[in-house]
């Protein structure tokens, strides 16, 4: 994946935001994004490894103004998206990035020509669930305690990707 503007810097303020393969440079970065947002925060090696070592897994960071404000993941599993991980700091929260950053995984699936995508979100993140929805994602199940941290159940939620309409155009290369 090339690096790729979506928004440009205006007079008004409005911020320049951009969409690129995430480096193994850019786990620090990722790491406090990950404790700002979760709970459960995966490792340091946990993001290493996925980067090295699963040829299924696919990150994007999102910078806001040239500075990481976000990141989002997924493992592409015949003709499915899993997405792993969504996250924006909360510095930036309250300004529909989580929204970018999910279009541009889903963008990224669609370019992949990956048919259907699917996701775990916690029962009680209705900000997120309700993202997602907007998105054109569909409730069709529950993971009970599917979290160590609380046993909470997570929502299973699908996407036919043809139902996307892809925002980001011809993109070329691939992360």
């Known amino acids: 994946m090339q690096h790729r503007e979506t928004e440009s810097a205006e007079p008004s303020g409005r911020p320049s935001v951009t969409f690129r393969a995430m480096r193994l440079e850019d786990i620090p970065d990722v790491m406090v994004i990950e404790h700002e947002s979760f709970s459960l925060p995966w490792t340091e090696q946990a993001f290493r490894s996925e980067m090295t070592m699963n040829h299924f897994a696919r990150y994007v960071m999102m910078e806001v103004d040239g500075v990481p404000a976000g990141y989002a993941g997924m493992w592409t599993v015949v003709d499915e998206a899993h997405i792993t991980n969504i996250a924006v700091r909360t510095a930036y929260r309250g300004r529909k990035l989580?929204?970018?950053?999910?279009?541009?995984?889903?963008?990224?699936?669609?370019?992949?020509?990956?048919?259907?995508?699917?996701?775990?979100?916690?029962?009680?993140?209705?900000?997120?669930?309700?993202?997602?929805?907007?998105?054109?994602?569909?409730?069709?199940?529950?993971?009970?305690?599917?979290?160590?941290?609380?046993?909470?159940?997570?929502?299973?939620?699908?996407?036919?990707?043809?139902?996307?309409?892809?925002?980001?155009?011809?993109?070329?290369?691939?992360?």
């Open 98 to 175: 989580g929204e970018q950053l999910l279009s541009e995984l889903l963008d990224m699936a669609q370019a992949l020509e990956l048919e259907r995508a699917t996701l775990e979100v916690r029962v009680s993140n209705d900000v997120a669930r309700n993202l997602y929805i907007k998105m054109g994602f569909r409730e069709i199940g529950i993971r009970k305690g599917y979290y160590s941290d609380n046993n909470e159940d997570a929502v299973i939620m699908w996407i036919d990707l043809k139902d996307h309409p892809r925002t980001a155009g011809n993109t070329e290369g691939s992360v």
